[in-house]
C-alpha cells in the first residue's frame, strides 16, 4: 500500500509543472486524494483535493486558477498541474488518500488524510 509522487522541480516564477501520484496496493478509486506542501520552515497545508471519480475538486484560495488536480482511476494516479508558479509555491509536495472522508468526496481538512506519500520537491526561482 503506498503512494509516490514524481514530477517536482526547479522552475522559473511563472513556469508550470505537473505532479503525479502513482498508487498501489489499494482500491484507489474508492477514495479522495489531496495534495499538500511544506514550505520550508512551515507546516503542512493542503493545497487541493479531488473526490474518488474526479468530478469534484476543492482548492484553497492560494492557488486556485492557477492549479489543477485531475486523477486516472485506470491507471491509479492522480496529477497536480501547476501554472504561473510563485516563489511562494516552494516546497515539498505530497499526495494523501482521504480514508476518513465520507464517501470518496474531497476535503481540506487534513485529519481526514491517513495514507501518504513521501514527497515530491518543487522549486520556484524569482
Known amino acids: 500500500v503506498q503512494l509516490v509522487e514524481s514530477g517536482g522541480g526547479l522552475v522559473q516564477a511563472g513556469g508550470s509543472l505537473r505532479l503525479s501520484c502513482a498508487a498501489s496496493g489499494f482500491s484507489f478509486d474508492e477514495y479522495g486524494i489531496g495534495w499538500f506542501r511544506q514550505a520550508p520552515g512551515k507546516e503542512r497545508e493542503i493545497v487541493a483535493s479531488i473526490n474518488w471519480s474526479g468530478t469534484w475538486t476543492e482548492y484553497v484560495d492560494s492557488v486556485k486558477g492557477r492549479f489543477t488536480t485531475s486523477r486516472d482511476n485506470a491507471k491509479n494516479e492522480a496529477y497536480l498541474q501547476m501554472n504561473s508558479l510563485r516563489p511562494e509555491d516552494t516546497g515539498v509536495y505530497y499526495c494523501?488518500?482521504?480514508?476518513?472522508?465520507?464517501?470518496?468526496?474531497?476535503?481540506?481538512?487534513?485529519?481526514?488524510?491517513?495514507?501518504w506519500g513521501h514527497g515530491t520537491r518543487v522549486t520556484v526561482t524569482s
Open positions: 494523501a488518500t482521504a480514508g476518513n472522508s465520507d464517501h470518496g468526496d474531497p476535503t481540506l481538512f487534513e485529519h481526514e488524510y491517513d495514507l
